[in-house]
């Protein structure tokens, strides 16, 4: 969902950019290592600890790797001021690509896992890390608060009212929990419509703005 942070998950832990990558919105798993040690990173703004074999807890901090042992945890509690977080390991999860892609769509059943979430005590295989050449990286990301989102209009933009149409470039709105893969639902000022919006389906491009009639 954030391809930045995704890819720059990866580059700390020397993979392909686009090794897959365990995503977690708002609220993330507790994972305990078993059998040898890994290097991984997380990026988003994330609150998360590590929980050392010797009962020591480290707090976690985003965009730098660190070295996770045997029987030490992972504990990632929650994003904050975001939605989304990526987890990254060197070398990769070892999960198979459905068509080309490690990403699960739990609501159609489709890609790995059977199209399922990882669930509670269920095991995640890790390719082999190279742990003995471990060096430690950081990078200094600061994600701004404030964006701007440029807007083109589409084909059915004149089948909005004027006022509409201010509304939708001068009022705010905001992301809701209903927000999933396939989009985020937004929640604000209602866009009236002048013409029949009973309009053939047809297909959409990333980062399309839908209007529910």
């Given at each position: 969902?954030?391809?930045?942070i995704?890819i ?8 392909d ?21 890994v290097?991984?990173?997380?990026t ?58 490690y ?32 060096m430690?990286?950081?990078i ?35 992301v ?38």
């Open positions: 969902m954030d391809q930045r995704f720059l998950s990866n580059a700390l832990v020397n993979n950019l686009n090794e897959g990558t365990l995503e977690f919105a708002y609220q993330g798993p507790l994972l305990k290592l078993k059998n040898g040690s290097n991984f990173a997380i988003g703004n994330v609150n998360f600890n590590i929980l050392r074999e010797n009962s020591t807890i480290e707090e976690g901090k985003c965009y730098q790797n660190y070295l996770l042992k045997n029987e030490d945890q992972i504990d990632i509690i929650s994003t904050k001021n975001s939605v989304f977080g990526y987890l990254a390991i060197e070398g990769g999860f070892e999960i198979e690509k459905v068509w080309d892609s990403s699960i769509n739990n609501k159609a059943k489709i890609g790995p896992n059977d199209g399922e979430k990882f669930s509670v005590g269920e095991k995640i295989y890790i390719k082999k890390s190279k742990v003995e050449n471990f430690e990286k950081k200094d990301y600061k994600d701004s608060l404030e964006k701007s989102i440029r807007v083109i209009k589409g084909t059915n933009f004149n089948y909005f009212s004027e006022e509409a149409k201010n509304k939708f470039f001068k009022d705010e709105y905001l809701t929990n209903l927000s999933d893969r396939m989009g985020m639902r937004l929640e604000g000022s209602k866009l009236e419509n002048i013409v029949n919006t009973n309009i053939k389906s047809e297909g959409l491009v990333k980062g399309v703005v839908q209007v529910p009639a």
